[in-house]
């Protein structure tokens, strides 16, 4: 049934700048008709939609569960080899734009709202459905303005959502759980040189002197700093270490200022521990000329920044200028900057995070449970400022290797969404019923090997 669902989303196309949002909720809302399951949808405006759903429980003092995903995609990459927006089944696995971003979450949310209203079984507490807009481009039609002014037809007191994952490991798997994510900030790289025919070279092309500060910037090294999220990570899987990482780890959790630093620039070598450890800082957008006759008198960069809870946008602003001199005609400014104050990190003491350790415990015998620090950002930012307890998570991820997410050719393995169902599944039963409704290690099925495009919803 999830899959299903999978296949027929990806077949929708919600991409933006202008995703189809509600034709995805009304392939969803058609589902819920077919089980009697009361819905709304909540629009913005014309152009934009939210779909709602609610399993009431029977324990009002019970505070109710959000299963939370978005409807829109980001754009389609270029270089596909697969139709983006027509899921194409081979080799296990699913392609098409969404499949793990994050229409993987709204197909499995839906087949467990409809799975549980079809056997009439009864949460304890509410579980809520809600799939939202535009969370691809800030969610100021999604989350943002839902907790504007229809709050209190959802008013949840925990979430799940995308953000985490499971880590494979040969000593033990780790579940890792978003507790919190770094904020997002993007800053403008201005390089102002002499605007001329190209014909005529100049000493102070905007352009070169741009690449120069870009160098600059590549090359510096924000202070690291040991979050709460960060320092339980690290002491939780010191035991997976090798003697040397032990012994780094230690250094890092215990010792001086000093060697803290020192440890933290060893172990940012790991791109994902550096991402734990300092702010971090990639250039994106590059802008100049757009005439191949002229050279442009200035040229810009645009650099994500991604900020650690806690961090100052404007004090990492000022250490980035302080690398320039006036007579570099350099400038720098925060075109967007994080919303302050920013949500503190989960710690792991509730009860959603039992259950996430209980199914842990279940599926992955002996894993280890983290609330983790997300490189990234979403909705999870907004839950939280909301005053909901919220973590993230997802299937089998490697956060040392290559993200397939907002890059051409966006897939999701049969195996690591039956694995993501399942945990869902089991988080599920345990936090909203207080047992097990289904066996939690049946094998996954898949058509291996078998290349097929899967038909469009009915009425497409």
Same mark, same amino acid.
């Given at each position: 049934?999830?899959?299903?669902?999978?296949?027929?989303?990806?077949?929708?196309?919600?991409?933006?700048?202008?995703? @189809?949002?509600?034709?995805?909720?009304?392939?969803?809302?058609?589902? #819920?008709?077919?089980?009697?399951?009361?819905?709304?949808?909540?629009?913005?405006?014309?152009?934009?939609?939210?779909?709602?759903?609610?399993?009431?429980?029977?324990?009002?003092?019970?505070?109710?569960?959000?299963?939370?995903?978005?409807?829109?995609?980001?754009?389609?990459?270029?270089?596909?080899?697969?139709?983006? #927006?027509?899921?194409?089944? /081979?080799?296990?696995?699913?392609?098409?734009?969404?499949?793990?971003?994050?229409?993987?979450?709204?197909?499995?949310?839906?087949?467990?709202?409809?799975?549980?209203?079809?056997?009439?079984?009864?949460? /304890?507490?509410?579980?809520?459905?809600?799939?939202?807009?535009?969370?691809?481009?800030?969610?100021?039609?999604?989350?943002?303005?839902?907790?504007?002014?229809?709050?209190?037809?959802?008013?949840?007191?925990?979430?799940?959502?995308?953000?985490?994952?499971?880590?494979?490991?040969?000593?033990? &798997?780790?579940?890792?759980?978003?507790?919190?994510?770094?904020?997002?900030?993007?800053?403008?790289?201005?390089?102002?040189?002499?605007?001329?025919?190209?014909?005529?070279?100049?000493? &102070?092309?905007?352009?070169?002197?741009?690449?120069?500060?870009?160098?600059?910037?590549?090359?510096?090294?924000?202070?690291?700093?040991?979050?709460?999220?960060?320092?339980?990570?690290?002491?939780?899987?010191?035991?997976?270490?090798?003697?040397?990482?032990?012994?780094?780890? =230690?250094?890092?959790?215990?010792?001086?200022?000093?060697?803290?630093?020192?440890?933290?620039?060893?172990?940012?070598? =790991?791109?994902?521990?550096?991402?734990?450890?300092?702010?971090?800082?990639?250039?994106?957008?590059?802008?100049?000329?757009?005439?191949?006759?002229?050279?442009?008198?200035?040229?810009?960069?645009?650099?994500?920044?991604?900020?650690?809870?806690?961090?100052?946008?404007?004090?990492?602003?000022? @250490?980035?200028?302080?690398?320039?001199?006036?007579? +570099?005609?350099?400038?720098?400014?925060?075109?967007?900057?994080?919303?302050?104050?920013?949500?503190?990190?989960?710690?792991?003491?509730?009860?959603?995070?039992?259950?996430?350790?209980?199914?842990?415990?279940?599926?992955?015998?002996?894993?280890?449970?983290?609330?983790?620090?997300?490189?990234?950002?979403?909705?999870?930012?907004?839950?939280?400022?909301?005053?909901?307890?919220?973590?993230?998570?997802?299937?089998?991820? +490697?956060?040392?290797?290559?993200?397939?997410?907002?890059?051409?050719?966006?897939?999701?393995?049969? /195996?690591?969404?039956?694995?993501?169902? @399942?945990?869902?599944?089991?988080?599920?039963?345990?936090?909203?019923?207080?047992?097990?409704?289904?066996?939690?290690?049946?094998?996954?099925?898949?058509?291996?090997?078998?290349?097929?495009?899967?038909?469009?919803?009915?009425?497409?």
């Amino acid at each position: 049934m999830a899959k299903r669902h999978l296949i027929n989303l990806i077949n929708i196309d919600t991409s933006q700048p202008e995703p @189809q949002e509600l034709k995805a909720a009304r392939y969803i809302y058609k589902e #819920f008709n077919k089980h009697h399951i009361d819905w709304d949808i909540l629009r913005p405006d014309k152009n934009h939609a939210n779909l709602l759903a609610r399993l009431p429980g029977s324990d009002p003092s019970q505070k109710p569960l959000l299963l939370i995903s978005h409807l829109d995609t980001a754009s389609a990459a270029e270089g596909w080899t697969y139709p983006p #927006f027509r899921a194409t089944q /081979k080799d296990g696995n699913i392609y098409g734009l969404g499949a793990t971003d994050a229409k993987n979450y709204t197909a499995i949310y839906t087949a467990l709202i409809t799975w549980l209203k079809k056997h009439n079984l009864i949460p /304890k507490r509410d579980i809520i459905f809600l799939a939202t807009s535009g969370e691809e481009v800030g969610s100021a039609t999604g989350l943002q303005w839902l907790g504007a002014t229809h709050w209190e037809k959802i008013a949840p007191g925990y979430a799940l959502n995308e953000g985490g994952g499971i880590i494979k490991n040969e000593e033990a &798997d780790i579940v890792f759980a978003e507790a919190s994510t770094k904020m997002y900030m993007d800053i403008k790289v201005t390089a102002h040189g002499t605007g001329v025919h190209s014909s005529m070279p100049v000493d &102070d092309n905007a352009v070169y002197m741009l690449s120069q500060a870009l160098a600059k910037i590549s090359a510096y090294r924000p202070p690291a700093r040991l979050t709460p999220p960060a320092r339980t990570l690290f002491k939780l899987i010191r035991p997976l270490q090798e003697e040397d990482g032990q012994t780094t780890i =230690d250094v890092l959790l215990n010792s001086s200022e000093q060697n803290q630093q020192e440890a933290a620039q060893v172990m940012s070598q =790991d791109t994902f521990f550096r991402t734990q450890l300092q702010d971090t800082l990639n250039p994106t957008v590059l802008s100049a000329s757009h005439d191949a006759g002229s050279a442009s008198g200035e040229a810009s960069a645009l650099i994500n920044a991604r900020l650690l809870p806690g961090s100052d946008p404007d004090q990492l602003l000022a @250490q980035l200028q302080a690398l320039f001199e006036p007579q +570099d005609n350099i400038s720098l400014e925060i075109v967007e900057r994080p919303q302050l104050p920013f949500p503190a990190p989960m710690d792991g003491t509730d009860p959603l995070f039992a259950s996430i350790n209980n199914t842990a415990q279940k599926l992955l015998p002996g894993a280890i449970t983290v609330p983790g620090l997300s490189p990234a950002s979403g909705d999870n930012e907004f839950l939280r400022k909301l005053g909901v307890i919220t973590y993230g998570l997802g299937p089998e991820m +490697d956060p040392l290797s290559e993200n397939n997410t907002h890059i051409a050719n966006e897939f999701i393995s049969e /195996k690591n969404f039956y694995s993501q169902l @399942q945990f869902v599944a089991g988080i599920l039963f345990d936090f909203a019923y207080g047992k097990d409704l289904l066996p939690l290690s049946a094998n996954a099925q898949t058509d291996k090997g078998q290349t097929t495009v899967a038909e469009a919803p009915a009425g497409k």
